[in-house]
């Protein structure tokens, strides 16, 4: 079993829909928590971080984590075009700096 | 400014030859990081070097060689190039427990 699941879509919505993306995971160690947005032929870029359980909210972006469950959620609401990238989970263990990344998310969000 | 820069930013060369691809950050980071991701993009860790100190060491083929001269360069040498090595290689650098900051990459196509 992989440290991290993330279904890898592609998922495709019309702008201003909500958008829900997730990830699973089973290491229980894991405490960090970040969302990565990557475009096309760019670096992953970090949109979301949260340190154990409960939500994180930035602008039109709120980071879910359920510890219990080990199960991890960015919500993206009004979807514009320019959300249009993959986003790639991470996570890692309260010591030590390995990061498990998730296989990422493609989205598309149609004008 | 950019904060951890990549060259060069393409690479094309000819099955068996030797290349590098260098690595700078510029955030004060003592950690970075040297990522292959495939066209699936997924990212996977290959090194990672602690204060010119290796500490992370995946199964990654002894052509691979990196080579950290301070805690602010981390350079990546690849012997004898194969189809295989065709692949997007990301540098990233944080703190040495962080958020990883990732630079645009480096986009290897051996023929």
């Known amino acids: 079993q992989k440290e991290v699941e993330q279904d890898p879509g592609p998922l495709s919505v019309p702008e201003g829909a909500i958008v829900s993306l997730n990830c699973t995971y089973s290491?229980?160690?894991?405490?960090?928590f970040m969302w990565y947005r990557q475009y096309s032929r760019k670096g992953p870029e970090l949109l979301m971080y949260?340190?154990?359980?409960g939500n994180k909210e930035d602008g039109r972006f709120t980071a879910q984590v359920d510890k219990s469950s080990k199960y991890i959620s960015l919500f993206i609401r009004d979807s514009q075009p320019s959300d249009s990238a993959t986003y790639l989970c991470?996570?890692?263990?309260?010591?030590?700096?390995?990061?498990?990344f998730g296989t990422g998310t493609s989205l598309t969000v149609i004008p | 400014d950019t904060a951890v820069s990549q060259t060069p930013k393409y690479l094309v060369t000819q099955m068996g030859n030797d290349k590098s691809i260098k690595c700078e950050q510029n955030?004060?980071?003592?950690?970075m990081y040297w990522y292959k991701q495939d066209s699936k993009k997924f990212l996977k860790i290959m090194f990672s070097?602690?204060?010119?100190?290796?500490?992370i060491n995946e199964t990654v083929p002894n052509r691979f060689s990196p080579k950290s001269p301070d805690k602010a360069h981390l350079n990546l040498h690849i012997n004898s190039l194969e189809l295989g090595d065709s692949a997007v290689y990301f540098c990233?650098?944080?703190?040495?427990?962080?958020?990883?900051?990732f630079g645009a990459g480096t986009r290897l196509s051996v023929l």
């Open positions: 990233a650098s944080s703190h040495k427990v962080g958020i990883q900051y």
């Open positions: 290491n229980s160690a894991f405490q960090y």
């Open positions: 949260t340190y154990s359980s």
């Open positions: 991470a996570m890692s263990a309260t010591t030590g700096n390995q990061f498990y």
């Open positions: 955030l004060g980071h003592d950690t």
């Open positions: 070097y602690n204060n010119k100190e290796l500490i």
